[in-house]
RNA sequence: UGCUCAGUAGUUCAGUGGUAGAAUAAUUGACUGUUAAUCAAGAGGUCGUAGGUUCGAAUCCUACCUGAGCAGCCA
């Protein structure tokens, strides 16, 4: 007898086939029992007949309780009547682990006490569609940069330098020295660029802020590509097709994930028509001007998640705002050729709220410009001398990106709250499980 | 970090000064197509913690702890 996965079953009509599983809820009367399985790779449900089995595996089928590990033996059915398509019809019961008063019901349950179990929390069915997604927005974003052209460059997730605003990096030793995690590869990937063209990277991230909304991780995934020879406009280009290639990627393999979050595919097949539109950041400015909600602001500000929110709003699709002021721009930003109040630099804002997915810029090349602004921004120049050396050895002009993992899958999924959208969140106060 | 709200049964909640409640889960029983199944039964509590007011506090007051939503910061 073949073991199968509940994925495949439509590939084993009328075959008996032998399939281990956990028990996610039961339903029976006096002579038939529906047990509800799942086995990670989907949910169905098996259909125990009295009379078609032994007494001791009916009375087993009676008794198995929620979460309890099981080898199942049976035939496959189509059946119109489950919602998957496809039922067992089981002729055999093998218990192989126990599980007495799982704590999380069908019913409904309160965020901390849910958090408190997220490790058991990741078996129910909303959680198993998002983790699915995230794995396929993480297989789409190297088939996407591998088919570009890109490497995978590796940043140190351990860094020496400890930039002006120590507050919000995560301290530690490293022997006898201070250390930091990581907050951005991103002065790697340069590097990396210099060395290789194309570059990305793909890691964990941390941020020692006490941000406590929707949208903030303590500890999250970015994807930051670099890519040497490149000006602002194609590097765009770049990330409207890599944002499409995700969100058809999700459209053609996660069908089933999308329909148990009951995620709109008309709504997602919107976000793969490109050209994305771009704003400048002036542009933005009046759009919030005339909007009387927001009529207050001025040039030089940067926005806040209301106002990101409105600008969203009044495009159908994700939107670039670009060359956003000097001021409120980090030091690497390359300056604009006839504007000095703004540097050559795009957000990318995703719709229906969810916020900037995207931060991105050309970089700045001129080392004694650099300098300056190292300077500027109170930072230790000695610590950044490996970084001025990749301008003073064959500086070219070159842009890259960061993508925030989570953000994306928050708004692919359309969840409301990005702690959903990673397996085991770090947040404000919260380091259990 | 600020503002707002909330901590009562395993869970989700009601109870706003006078005997601690419901639903659901779990347990036991009934039921041949259930989909958060249904029906019946019994069981389940240091009302976040510490003080205070009162004849009497889950309820009013003070402090603290914990969580959530929003904001700032950002991806």
Redesign the pocket.
Known sequence: MKTISIIDAKNHIGEEVKIGVWLT??????????L?LRDGTAFF?G?V????VSEEVFALA??V??EESLYVTGTI?E?Q???FGY?I?LSGIEKVGAS????????????????DHRHLWLRSKRQFAVMKIRNEVIRATYEFFNKEGFIKIDAPILTGSAPE?TT?LFHTKYFDKDAYLS??G?LYEEAGAMAYGKVFSFGP?F?A??????????E?W?IEPEMAFMHQEESLEIQERYIAFLVQSIIDNCTYELGILERDVAVLKKYTELPYPRISYDEAIEMLQKSGEFSDIEWG?????????YLAEHFSKPVFVVNYPKA???FYMKPHPTRADVVICA??LAPEGY?????GSERATDPAFLETQIEKAGLNKDDYQWYLDLRRYGSVPHSG????????ITWLTGE????EAIPFPR????IYP
């Open positions: 809820n039961k339903r029976s009367s006096g002579k038939i029992a529906f509800q449900q259909v007949v009295k009379n078609n009676k008794e309780k929620q059915h059946d009547r489950s919602p039922e019809e007495e008063n799982y704590p999380i019901s069908p019913k409904e349950h309160g965020v901390d006490f849910l958090m605003g919000e907050q951005s991103q991230t941020r802020e006490k941000s406590k909304t929707r949208r903030h991780l303590i999250f970015m500000v940067d926005f806040g998640s209301p106002e990101e929110t409120i721009k980090p957000d990318l916020g900037e997915i995207i931060g990106f960061g993508l925030g993992l989570e953000r994306a409301e709250h990005i702690r947040l404000l106060n919260r």
